[in-house]
């Protein structure tokens, strides 16, 4: 218990401190991202609340990005990857080309460093932090924006280079001299890059359909969580980075009619690990190295950002991007990167930098990250945000949404979602069915798995963005849970709702829906019409006919709402109350030939639940 109690007193302070900070610092405009790297710095070289350092914490929050890169592949089809190839490798590439080179040739004028050494610190400061900018850019929203996309494109490159980088590392060590590059190690890689393609493309979704159909939704989480560390830990043994496994992996569910149920699991994770990473960042900062340099730390970290700022900035304007653009992204990744860190640690294992050299720098990177919220204001500010926000990119995710989001895909909803996708307009669908999902796939319709009782699986599914939502399932209770999630999480979101019979229908009025149909009301008044014209009446009257039962049917649900308001009484309630007005004859008064139909009162069979019309 002695070694138990320290270590869980721990996690209770610094899960307090991370509380307390990233709510204070959002509250105040400066993000969660710089609270929490303020209370690691707090927590542990400043208060000493925490008594390591944070390298160990460092290595689980590293798990955080590795979220972060799967839930954002999860954002990207193949297709719209392929249409970013420019970015990724044009813009991608130069910016750590020429950043890296500059870099290289400055640090070469320092006397205590060799070539070896100044190059492996200005390609490693050339890399930016992936999770710092992609919560930055979350937080607001602005992922899918032009200047998102441009970021998100120079990350991912960046991500790809610290492969050739760490590759690299045993060519400049002195001391093993003669050593080449293991065509078997490069074979060997690329295998394990294919394996998890087809392991993507092939196992993943039968898998997933298999625990869907089972029903339990902590397997799914399991499971989900398995697929991203084992891709994960895949590419790190065939030398690519975690981060980049689990990229691909959400790169190749990306398809998927799972991936909303997906998102919504991991996404819980991902921000938990993340805030563990920016905390453990802060705990990491060595005290005594960056008084004993500070001049160098305070000096180089501005440096630092400023070179990197305006290698990306000219970049940006080279590839076509407005000033706007180009300003916005620019300011958002002029930080060194947590990749550093793992390629400085590599260096001082090759003995190509001294212990203090690298504590210096990861001082310098870790002062950089601090500043990043700043800049990125600084950018906002200066900036015209209208300008960077409406250049949008559609083809860079459809995580944003789309106009209608339909939640349960039986008789109703596929009928219903037939009339709106032959307008050519965009749905999303959801529903809790594998075994439906996987029989309109082969109708060529495209739904996903997911419960709207979730609300991080509407979340996912782009209820924000969604202008209409349509609920379509079949069970009363079920619509009338999530008609209540949706009204009380997305207040402004337009309901479309169908009902099940007439005092559900009350009660969804009752609840502020924007428009609700019995499912069997317009089928069944169809087919009164045809009976009717089968019996010999002629066509205008049918209509005529069952205008007006439509009319009287809107009339008692228009009294019913009004003695509710009057007494106050609940619209179930009132539904026994009201007794409808009989029909007693047909409204043109005319018989029809060789038939002598009665139309019978409805007394007050319209008023009990058992019996009343759906």
């Not at 990857?81 to 950043?99: D, E, H, N, P, Y």
């Not at 120079?154 to 050593?179: K, T």
């Not at 392991?199 to 159909?213: D, Q, T, W």
């Not at 504590?359 to 601090?370: E, F, N």
Request: glycine letters at 10%.
């Amino acid at each position: 218990m002695e070694h138990t109690a320290p270590l869980f007193v721990e996690a209770l302070v610094i899960l307090g401190g991370g509380i307390a900070a990233g709510t204070l610092f959002k509250r105040i405009g400066l993000g969660t991202v710089l609270g929490y790297l303020a209370a690691g710095l707090v927590l542990g070289p400043v208060g000493g609340f925490v008594d390591h350092g944070g390298e160990e914490i460092l290595h689980l929050g590293e798990l955080g990005v590795v979220f972060l890169l799967f839930v954002i592949g999860l954002e990207l089809k193949l297709s719209r990857l392929w249409s970013l190839r420019r970015q990724i490798f044009g813009l991608g590439l130069a910016q750590v080309m020429a950043t890296g080179a500059l870099l290289t040739g400055a640090l070469t004028l320092v006397p205590a460093l060799g070539w070896r050494a100044a190059a492996v610190i200005g390609f490693g400061l050339a890399l930016s932090s992936t999770a710092f900018a992609l919560q930055l850019l979350e937080e607001r929203g602005e992922l899918n924006t032009r200047f998102g996309q441009a970021a998100f494109s120079v990350l991912l490159f960046q991500d790809l280079a610290i492969v050739p980088l760490l590759a690299l590392l045993p060519l400049l060590d002195l001391s093993s001299a003669g050593v080449s590059l293991d065509g078997r190690q490069i074979l060997l890689s690329f295998g394990a890059l294919g394996a998890l393609v087809v392991a993507g493309r092939y196992l993943l979704n039968p898998l997933f359909r298999v625990l869907a159909a089972a029903g339990a939704r902590e397997v799914m989480t399991a499971t989900a969580l398995f697929v991203v560390l084992a891709s994960a830990l895949l590419m790190q043994l065939a030398g690519f980075s975690m981060a980049m496994g689990a990229f691909v992996a959400g790169v190749l569910l990306a398809e998927s009619s799972y991936r909303h149920e997906l998102e919504a699991n991991i996404d819980p994770f991902r921000g938990l690990l993340l805030g563990l990473f920016f905390i453990a960042v802060g705990l990491s900062i060595d005290i005594a190295v960056v008084a004993a340099n500070w001049w160098i730390v305070l000096g180089g970290a501005p440096l630092l950002m400023l070179a990197k700022f305006a290698v990306l900035y000219a970049l940006c304007r080279l590839f076509g991007e407005s000033h706007a653009v180009a300003l916005r992204t620019a300011t958002v990744l002029p930080q060194g990167g947590e990749f550093a860190f793992v390629l400085f640690s590599a260096a001082t294992s090759s003995a190509i930098l001294d212990g203090t050299a690298s504590s210096i720098l990861v001082s310098v990177v870790t002062l950089t990250m601090a500043l990043t919220p700043l800049t990125a204001a600084l950018g906002r500010r200066f900036a015209r945000e209208d300008e960077v926000l409406d250049e949008m990119e559609e083809d860079f995710a459809d995580a944003g949404g789309s106009d209608v989001l339909m939640i349960g895909f039986s008789r109703f909803g596929q009928i219903a979602a037939q009339v709106m996708l032959s307008s050519g307009l965009e749905m999303t669908i959801l529903d809790a069915s594998a075994e439906r999902i996987q029989t309109a796939g082969r109708f060529g319709f495209r739904i996903y798995f997911g419960s709207g009782l979730r609300r991080d699986v509407l979340e996912a599914a782009g209820i924000r963005q969604a202008k209409i939502v349509a609920v379509c399932t079949n069970k009363p209770e079920i619509t009338d849970a999530i008609v209540d999630l949706v009204r009380s999480e997305f207040p402004n979101v337009r309901l479309f709702v169908r009902s099940y019979d007439r005092n559900h229908a009350l009660r969804l009025r009752e609840r502020g829906v924007d428009y609700e149909i019995r499912e069997t009301l317009e089928s069944a008044l169809q087919f009164g019409g045809a009976s009717l014209r089968a019996l010999g009446l002629e066509r205008a009257q049918v209509g005529e006919i069952v205008e007006d039962v439509r009319r009287r049917d809107a009339e008692r649900l228009a009294l019913q709402l009004a003695r509710v308001a009057g007494d106050g009484t609940s619209l179930a309630s009132a539904s026994r109350k009201v007794t409808p007005e009989p029909l007693t004859k047909p409204a043109s008064g005319r018989k029809p030939r060789g038939a002598k139909p009665r139309f019978l009162a409805q007394g007050t069979a319209d008023a009990t639940s058992a019996d009343a019309p759906r």
